[in-house]
């Protein structure tokens, strides 16, 4: 992997890596629809101000509907899956959770895109979904409904980013491309408009407590939509339109180390062995997926 490439990815870990100690903030104080839409409202104004420094022509080339139909799945499902979760579960758990995203890429290609499904890699899915089960079964958390139910909402969380890789090849590159710095903005302002009325129906059912004049709420959202939205989709819709749909979701296997890491320094969370024993039957699914030669889907043969 290129040297800025990988860069950008180590940044993007980073900041992915903090969404989730934000979301573990403001979830269970503004509602999920209400801190998702925050999100992808923030994540947009930062883009237009970024866009406009940078000087940038609004010239969606005949893609704006694809950008927000990408934004829909990529930002509006998982932003408001994690942000359910987030009222149940540890911000270091839905960080571990988001690494199955290779995994749900993977499925999802094989069903619907005629990705090659190999042996190795139906380990990998294997491997995996155990970590998960670990994680479940003998984490801090005791088991319950509300944590399979929070488990489940970061997998679709999960499987709306791995379905977003293939959207973008499909929509977007295959069709000769366009800014990723527009692809970013165009998919924002689509979850924007896709989350507003989940947002308005919620904050009319729902008690705030207060919440909603707090300030270091809002400073978390602030940081959340500028730092872990605007600027984190800008790296990574550059990371796919450099390298294709599956290489930059490796990104997920280094969220769960940054979001454990920001949980227990930020929030006070329990770091167990079921963190480490989950973390690496995922990390081993992962490589298996990924990484090993002949599971490596080869991207640049098949038009990404």
């Excluded at 010239?59 to 979760?85: E, H, Q, T, Y």
């Excluded at 999802?108 to 190999?118: D, N, Q, R, S």
């Amino acid at each position: 992997m290129p040297l800025p490439a990988l860069t950008r990815l180590l940044v993007l870990s980073a900041l992915w890596g903090a969404s989730f100690l934000f979301m573990r903030i403001t979830a269970p104080e503004l509602g999920a629809f209400s801190t998702a839409f925050f999100r992808v409202l923030f994540g947009t104004i930062g883009l237009i101000a970024i866009l406009a420094a940078l000087r940038v022509p609004w010239n969606f080339r005949g893609k704006a509907g694809a950008a927000l139909l990408i934004g829909v799945v990529n930002s509006r499902i998982p932003f408001a899956m994690f942000s359910l979760a987030a009222q149940v579960l540890p911000a270091g758990y839905s960080a571990m959770f988001n690494a199955t995203t290779p995994l749900m890429g993977l499925l999802i290609g094989a069903v619907l895109f005629a990705e090659p499904l190999t042996c190795e890699r139906v380990i990998g899915v294997g491997f995996g979904l155990v970590g998960v089960g670990v994680l479940v079964q003998m984490g801090p958390v005791p088991l319950s409904t509300s944590l399979l139910l929070g488990a489940l909402a970061c997998l679709i969380a999960a499987s709306g980013y791995g379905l977003a890789g293939f959207l973008v090849k499909r929509f977007i590159t295959d069709r000769g491309g366009l800014d990723s710095r527009l692809l970013a903005l165009g998919s924002q302002i689509g979850a924007s408009l896709a989350l507003a009325p989940w947002m308005l129906a919620e904050t009319a059912t729902r008690e705030s407590h207060g919440a909603w004049t707090q300030l270091n709420i809002w400073a978390a959202m602030l940081v959340l939509g500028l730092a872990c939205t605007s600027l984190a989709y800008l790296l990574y819709f550059r990371l796919l339109q450099d390298l294709g749909p599956v290489k930059p979701l490796t990104v997920t296997m280094l969220v769960p180390l940054f979001g454990v890491f920001w949980g227990a320094l930020f929030l006070d969370e329990t770091i167990t062995f079921a963190h480490a024993l989950g973390g690496l039957l995922i990390a081993i699914a992962l490589w298996l997926i990924l990484f090993k030669k002949n599971s490596t889907l080869d991207v640049s043969k098949r038009g990404r």
